[in-house]
């Protein structure tokens, strides 16, 4: 009772930490790929300090409050259901099927507080967020039913399991471990899949409005989201670990990877960026699972 | 003898008559009637909640006997039937007021719920088959009470389905022609035995009547016409229930007429399922996404609407087709859910209507401060609809999932899946469109709804929460009735499910509660923060620009513009196309047939005299041509 309580506490501040510690490096790493000092590594936790401690703050009405609350109680929620070293977590409540759902719900509440906000900005911002996960959903479920196929369970934690001993289902499923990190990274939305919050096209997207306390709720919950997709892929692929060091390693070189990518590559149109990934992505993704279907 | 089945059936037929006959009194007897007799029905059918009767002889025609049964699974159909058709029936009066025939449109309303009932409770094909006709033509005749639009959708919804009524009454015949029977468990028996080219003329035949009325592609064709010009409350019937009749039909023809082990021997199986139930799988499939591709694009609240009920339906339709006790147990689930969710929706979208006077999503906006029940039934219809824990949609898809992932059906499974996803799109256009962005200056005295018009509203938003946290009283129904068609039920509880034999385990009540958790922690986080005040819609970023009301700063039309630039090249064509092609070439024939028949008595005389000369001239040559 007692542990569970403490796994209840300190799950959240966990992937918190995690979560703004790597988007300190964020900041850190692209000012000196682009030769600049940069601010300090606590940058991002100041930020959120001094948003939340705003002493005005306007409103557009209920949901445009409760948008930014749904998100992070969404990806509070998230992190339950993501196995971390040597704990089940929630995974016995919901398997990796219905965690794909679960994952869904904060973008929605995030898309109507930022519908409630009234700014054609906001808007087209949710389409465009909407419009790019249709995109690289399609290969992201082919990726997840190989991973399934091929460990025969639907329960992250088993899978993570049966990753042990370094047969990482990176080296198993290569094909779907490139497409699996090519959708993480657009669900990231770094560079050039950063349509949705495109600061010179539609400034910031969903959060044009947002300012103060709400503003910061979403970068808290921003936080939450880079922890989520990195923990996804490191159970999902790289066999979860056996501490929590480990864990942070593999996460940090996965993100780092992803910086380096983000920091010199353009942005794509909208379009073009659904149509990269019902291209090339879907196409690996399905000879990896026509693979799994007849290899077993 | 036993006369409750009976009394049952006729409670709607008789509430439609007292209520048609009260209107010519004054109009509250007429709801009165209505509203009493529909909510007798409904309690009149808990009697049967855990009783099924088997055999109940409701009288014979054409030497078979016509009988009425209900099992846990007509249960199920038939609660869906009165429910929605009671909540219609409360929504129509503030809805339809101050329309003419209106008499008659209760009449109507009251016996396409008395048809559906019958069509449930059915024992027999011939039972079957005239509830179904009388369901069709009220339908229609519901239909077209819409405005002069709604008499063309109307035209094309009663041809799609006399097209499919008749190919039903084609495999009707051909089965009386050799049994002279027609009671369920004799066809059967029948089918059984004959052979299989016999068998599969039947189940295809019966297959056309069952997609066109469930909307299966490609016979889908009717509905975003019907479903769009019909009066609202009648939209939520037709796509909350007669849709699902369509799907309660199929299921007979799978589990009670031909069952699965028959189906395997007439074809081979494919991923251990028959042939045939993996082909109206893929049927179902291909519903889900391309409807689902056109819902996104949709201008028109209830064409969405539509175009999202055919590719609901393809979830119901795939799940009874995997065969498994698990996916019929989703498909089933999934019908009662679509009931629930949809039907919820087509009722806001009515209220929308009902207060401003369009359905057209670009003119709207800004609702929600106006009509906040409204908007409040809306986002928990959209929520399910996406198949969103931890409301009603998300358990059912989830559990039609992991019934395609257990036989590997991966393919289909795809499908599945991407059509949730791209539900997220079109939900999310409805409700922005409507509810969020800027308020135009002309709603700017809307009103919420009356409070009659609520009831619906506020129900059917409970039943998405009920049977999302609690998956587990619908799935007493359901294992019941799956025990009864002979299928092993899954393990389940009142929270979801504990999974095992290939199926993850699910436990709603977890999701939930952890998620409320989650909102409280965001909520002190929140309130913590400084005092928020309250600003205009005006008051907003324009990029130095200053927003007034004459200035339009509202992005609603085209919403999803960039994403028909990717999809619309593949629908260039369509199946409506290809049947209004055909209707075409029916008119160049007719019109050919109209130069021969002119309705002109000396043409005909003349064409008498020519023929009569011609057979004479034929005599005359010995009756040989040649």
């Known amino acids: ?138 290969p992201f479920v082919i990726v997840i039913i190989s991973v399934l196929l091929k460990y025969h369970t639907t329960n992250l934690y088993a899978i993570t399991q049966a990753q042990a001993g370094g047969h990482w289902a990176m080296w198993v499923l290569p094909l779907s471990a490139i497409v699996g990190f090519i959708v993480i990274y657009g669900a990231m939305g770094e560079h050039p899949f950063d349509v949705v919050t495109a600061p010179h096209e539609v400034a910031t997207g969903p959060m044009a409005e947002y300012g103060g306390k709400h503003l910061g709720l979403l970068f808290i919950d921003h936080a939450f989201h880079v922890y989520i997709e990195l923990a996804l892929f490191v159970d999902l692929f790289m066999g979860g670990a056996s501490n929590i060091g480990w864990f942070y390693v593999k996460m940090f070189v996965l993100f780092l990877i992803i910086v380096f990518f983000d920091e010199v590559l353009p942005r794509f149109r909208i379009d073009d960026a659904v149509r990269f990934y019902w291209r090339w992505p879907t196409i690996i993704a399905l000879t990896s699972l026509i693979i799994v279907l007849i290899g077993g | 003898m036993n006369m409750s089945l009976m009394v049952l059936l006729l409670t709607p037929f008789t509430g439609g008559i007292l209520s048609y006959l009260g209107g010519k009194i004054h109009r509250s007897v007429r709801y009165t009637f209505a509203i009493l007799f529909s909510s007798l029905t409904l309690v009149e059918l808990f009697f049967y909640y ?84 009388i369901m069709s033509w009220t339908s229609y005749l519901l239909i077209i009470q819409g405005g002069n639009k709604s008499i063309k959708a109307g035209y094309k919804y009663i041809i799609m389905s006399i097209i499919g009524a008749n190919s039903m009454l084609i495999a009707i015949a051909m089965i009386y022609g050799k049994i002279h029977t027609l009671v369920f468990r004799n066809v059967a028996m029948l089918l059984a035995a004959s052979p299989h080219g016999f068998d599969i003329a039947i189940f295809v035949l019966f297959a056309i009547g069952f997609f066109v009325e469930a909307a299966v592609m490609p016979l889908h064709t009717w509905v975003s016409d019907a479903y769009s010009e019909a009066p609202s409350s009648v939209s939520s019937v037709l796509s ?118 369009t359905r057209n999503l670009s003119e709207l906006g800004g609702l929600i401060k106006k009509m906040p029940v409204t908007f409040t039934g809306t986002l928990f219809g959209i929520i399910a609809l996406a198949g969103v824990p931890p409301l009603n949609g998300f358990v059912s898809k989830w559990m039609i999932y992991e019934a395609l992932l257990q036989k590997k059906e ?46 619906p509203i506020w129900l059917l938003s409970l039943g998405t929460i009920v049977f999302g946290i609690w998956p587990g009283l619908a799935m007493n129904v359901i294992a019941r009735g799956e025990k009864f068609f002979g299928i092993t039920p899954i393990k389940y509880n009142l929270y979801g499910f504990p999974g095992g034999n290939g199926m993850g385990s699910l436990k709603m009540i977890n999701i939930s509660s952890v998620f409320i958790a989650g909102l409280i922690v965001a909520y002190i986080i929140f309130a913590l923060g400084a005092k928020t005040h309250r600003i205009s819609q005006y008051d907003n970023y324009a990029a130095g620009q200053v927003v007034t009301k004459d200035t339009k700063y509202n992005y609603s039309y085209g919403f999803y513009m960039f994403f028909g630039r990717v999809v619309n090249p593949v629908f260039k064509w369509s199946a409506d196309k290809i049947y209004l092609a055909w209707a075409r070439s029916a008119n160049v024939f007719g019109d050919y047939m109209r130069r021969i028949y002119t309705g002109n008595l000396e043409t005909y005389s003349s064409y008498i005299v020519v023929i009569i000369s011609l057979v004479g001239f034929l005599i005359l040559l010995g009756g040989k041509i040649w």
Do not use: C
């Open chain 1, 1 to 138: 009772m007692v542990k569970n309580i403490l796994i209840a506490i300190g799950l959240p501040l966990l992937a918190f930490g995690i979560g703004i510690s790597f988007m300190g490096f964020k900041r850190k790493i692209g000012a000196r790929i682009q030769r600049r000092y940069g601010p300090p590594f606590h940058q991002p936790l100041l930020d959120i300090i001094k948003l939340l401690s705003k002493k005005s703050d306007i409103s557009h009405g209920i949901i445009y409050d409760l948008g930014p609350m749904i998100a992070l109680g969404a990806s509070i929620l998230t992190i339950f259901f993501i196995p971390i070293p040597g704990l089940k977590l929630l995974t016995g409540s919901a398997d990796v099927i219905a965690l794909l759902y679960i994952m869904v719900i904060g973008s929605l509440g995030m898309g109507l507080g930022a519908g409630e906000s009234a700014n054609p900005n906001s808007s087209i911002g949710i389409a465009r967020a909407l419009t790019l996960m249709f995109g690289y959903d399609l």
């Open chain 2, 410 to 455: 991966v393919f289909l499974l795809i499908l599945a899946l991407i059509g949730s996803t791209g539900s997220f799109l079109y939900v999310y256009r409805l409700i922005h469109s409507t509810f969020l962005g800027q308020l135009p200056e002309k709603f700017k005295d809307v009103k919420e709804v009356p409070f009659l018009m609520q009831i």
């Open chain 2, 50 to 133: 855990n009783k099924p009767v088997n055999h109940f002889v409701l009288g014979k025609m054409f030497g078979s006997v016509m009988i009425l049964q209900i099992n846990p699974i007509s249960w199920l159909f038939a609660f869906i039937v009165t429910t929605i058709s009671l909540l219609a029936i409360i929504f129509s009066v503030n809805d339809m007021e101050g329309r003419g025939g209106l008499d008659f449109y209760y009449f109507e309303l009251m016996v396409v719920e008395g048809a559906m009932l019958g069509i449930t409770l059915a024992g027999d094909l011939l039972t079957f088959f005239l509830f179904w006709e």
């Open chain 2, 240 to 357: 909350g229930v007669l849709e699902k009749i369509g799907a309660y039909g199929l299921f007979v023809l799978l589990y009670a007429l031909f069952g699965v082990s028959l189906l395997g021997k007439l074809m081979p199986l494919r991923f251990p399922s028959p042939t045939i139930m993996y082909t109206i799988g893929w049927f179902a499939g291909i519903s889900i996404v391309v409807s689902t591709f056109l819902a996104i694009l949709q201008e028109d609240a209830k064409k969405l609407l539509a175009y999202s009920s055919i590719s609901q339906i393809g979830y119901v339709v795939l799940g009874i087709s995997i065969g498994t006790s698990l996916g019929v147990a989703g498909g089933l689930f999934h019908a009662l859910n679509h009931a629930i969710f949809k039907s919820l929706l087509f009722f806001t979208i009515g209220a929308v209507i009902y207060r401003t006077g």
